[in-house]
């Protein structure tokens, strides 16, 4: 029963360095998605993707690549940290498209909180 | 462009006190969907509404689709210390995402 699972849980970086968040789901989900919440923010789309192979922007992209390289992961990568880039980061997996009536529910990790020095 | 406003952003309130908070679109919707995030977890999908006027209970929690769908609400009653968390809304588009407002932080004092 793991559902979602983001490695790692915490982590803090210096400016100018570079990582990798993970994702992985275990319920054959066709889309991926990956979140950031900061403070009153609610949360905002990085990057998603619709299927294995796939990815598309979301309302906040720019810092960030992401990659699908296997239906069950989706990967987030920052190349060069900024401290505007600390916060928590949801990765998030569903079954159908949202929007298309009787949507199917995202279903979210526990979040990786990430600081940026 | 926030899709999505929720209200009010913060709420505090004692046991036992009943509350509403509210989600609100200026576009029309084809489902919203409820989700309550405790600290230090995921939000976690409550209900999904989908016809509008419809009205969907969960225990002490209802939760309503305006009848235009453009807005929706959830009402707790008799709020305990375990209702505490954030309660996101989220609409969904035909792009394959999931829009959010802001979220309303509750906090349920015993």
């Known amino acids: 029963n793991a559902g979602v699972t983001q490695t790692p849980k915490f982590r803090v970086l210096k400016t100018g360095q570079s990582m990798t968040l993970l994702c992985a789901q275990d319920m054959n989900h066709e889309y991926m998605y990956w979140y950031r919440q900061d403070p009153g923010m609610g949360l905002r789309l990085i990057h998603y993707s619709v299927g294995e192979g796939t990815t598309a922007k979301g309302e906040v992209p720019d810092g960030y690549n992401v990659s699908r390289l296997k239906k069950q992961n989706f990967l987030l990568g920052l190349e060069s940290a900024a401290p505007s880039q600390t916060s928590v980061y949801f990765c998030?997996?569903?079954?159908?498209?949202?929007?298309?009536?009787?949507?199917?529910?995202?279903?979210f990790g526990d979040g990786t909180r990430l600081s940026i020095l | 462009t926030q899709l999505l406003e929720q209200s009010p952003q913060f709420l505090s309130i004692q046991e036992g006190e009943n509350l509403t908070v509210y989600c609100n679109s200026s576009s029309v919707f084809s489902s919203l969907q409820w989700y309550r995030q405790e600290p230090g977890e995921g939000p976690v999908l409550l209900v999904t509404?989908?016809?509008?006027?419809e009205v969907k209970k969960l225990k002490r929690l209802t939760f309503q689709f305006g009848d235009a769908r453009k807005d929706s609400s959830l009402h707790i009653t008799a709020a305990q210390p375990g209702d505490t968390g954030l309660y996101l809304c989220g609409r969904g588009s035909t792009l394959g995402r999931l829009y959010f407002g802001r979220g309303t932080q509750l906090t349920v004092w015993p």
């Open positions: 998030a997996s569903s079954y159908a498209q949202p929007g298309t009536g009787g949507d199917q529910p995202q279903h």
């Open positions: 509404v989908v016809t509008g006027g």
